[in-house]
């Protein structure tokens, strides 16, 4: 069971030039990882005790972030699209 399976998620997608779509997304653990899933893409990956990136998301995949919320019980996941000139 993972631990953070009873978070709130708050998404925010933020897409230029398309129509927004719906996206599934969800907390799953695999081993010691935690991960943030949307549409079956691993996006985020929680830093492990003891590292730098302890209580941070580390973004997996360009454009997507994830941040913890200020209550502690959710999670706020954000994608802009990335501009390519």
Request: avoid cysteine.
């Given at each position: 069971m993972c631990a953070l399976s009873g978070l709130t998620i708050q998404s925010?997608?933020?897409?230029?030039g398309a129509a927004m779509a719906a996206m599934q997304v969800s907390i799953e653990c695999e081993g010691?990882?935690?991960?943030?899933?949307?549409?079956?893409?691993?996006?985020a990956k929680l830093g492990h005790p003891g590292t730098p990136?302890?209580?941070?998301?580390?973004?997996l995949e360009p454009g997507w972030t994830v941040r913890e919320c200020d209550d502690g019980e959710s999670i706020e996941v954000e994608y802009k699209r990335q501009r390519m000139h």
């Open positions: 925010e997608f933020v897409l230029t010691g990882d935690i991960f943030v899933i949307a549409d079956g893409v691993k996006i990136q302890a209580k941070t998301w580390v973004s």
